[in-house]
């Protein structure tokens, strides 16, 4: 006889853990983002933390498209604002060009950090192997 589940949860009544909630991993990203050296003109129409966080944003939300992505973009407002601190997303083509300039080993730090903070909560306990963390490669 199967188990029976427990009952959903009342919106609003979930405690989230602040270091390992998805709000927490994405502000610990974006804040090691807004590090990372911009590389345009001062007057630039997007910060590059937006347009690496909507880089983020395509990834997480799985859209199969820079293009679908992009159509989705007034749809999702809130939800990039709210959970990524995108204050205005870039189009897609605006979006290629920016992250094509951007040097990939300025990106680092902002997945070293959340790799840090996973290892210290023990979550990564399960995936050792003979005593050892798994390497953040590179």
């Not at 590389?39 to 933390?49: F, G």
């Not at 902002?110 to 953040?136: D, M, N, T």
Request: charged residues 30%; hydrophobic residues 35%.
């Amino acid at each position: 006889m199967p188990k029976k589940l427990p009952p959903i949860p009342r919106r609003g009544s979930l405690k989230l853990c602040k270091t390992l909630s998805m709000p927490g991993l994405l502000k610990r990203v974006r804040n090691q983002f807004e590090r990372v050296e911009d590389w345009r003109k001062p007057s630039v129409q997007y910060p590059l933390a937006d347009v690496l966080m909507s880089g983020l944003a395509l990834f997480t939300l799985k859209d199969e498209s820079l293009l679908r992505f992009d159509g989705l973009r007034d749809v999702r407002r809130d939800n990039l604002c709210t959970l990524f601190g995108i204050e205005k997303a870039p189009c897609d083509t605006q979006m290629r060009k920016v992250l094509d300039g951007v040097d990939l080993y300025q990106l680092r730090p902002a997945f070293g950090e959340i790799h840090r903070e996973v290892q210290r909560q023990g979550v990564l306990e399960s995936y050792r192997f003979l005593g050892k963390y798994p390497p953040l490669s590179g």
